[in-house]
């Protein structure tokens, strides 16, 4: 291929590349991965507020277990005190109601301790149900990402072989044109080059003045459009193809 050749060529391969990348983007499993990408990224963030939550929750439990414990040492301590002092009247009854107040502070760590144990079962539960729910999304995202592969082989297939053909043409391209042609893609969003078919470019379909014309002819045969700036191919401007 001389480099004309090759540049319109390469100009075919990228605008069918660029036409199979829509059709895999179109797919409707690249959807549903990106539905299930989503939700993911929420659980996340659900669970790592639920695992702060549970584990707060089990600092509290063991924090009121450790306060009962000192309590109820601390009662065995005045039993055993009001035992030994079973003469002095006055001193017993102080002791007493000291066991009183004790009990209640113990009725009450153990109405809590009932509350944070349904608080921490409350937040294991919505965990589990939160792994649960993550274990069900990766099932369904292998499953539609094999889906995907399926239903997308043709087209990869198609990829692999316009991706070796593009390396071959740009064997015959000078790094320069090619360097143009990467510009004039990004300006055009892909529609880079166009020829001149007569006096007129196929892409932007200005049709050139006779001398404007004459002189593009003259000069190199891949050029650049007077009107539009692609890349135009002037060569075979006068061929009847
Ligand atoms: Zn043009």
Known sequence: MNESQALLRLQEIDLELMRLNGQLKAMPQQKKLAAIDAAKKNLAGKMKSIV???????????????????TVARVNEVQSEA???AQDFRGVRDLEAHLTALAK???KLEFHH??????????????????DLGKRLDEERAAQQEAYERASADIMARVRV???DRKAALVDISEEVAGRYDKAARRFGGLAVERLRGNMPTTCRVKLQQGLFDELMRGPVITECPYCHRMLVTEGALANE
């Open 52 to 70: 702060g939550q549970r584990k707060d929750a089990e600092i509290d439990l063991e924090d009121n277990e450790a306060a009962h414990e000192k």
């Open 83 to 85: 035992h030994d002092r």
């Open 162 to 164: 316009l991706a070796a």
């Open 105 to 107: 502070q113990l009725e």
């Open 114 to 131: 009932r509350e944070l144990e349904g608080n921490l079962e409350r937040l294991l539960k919505a965990e589990q149900n939160a792994n």
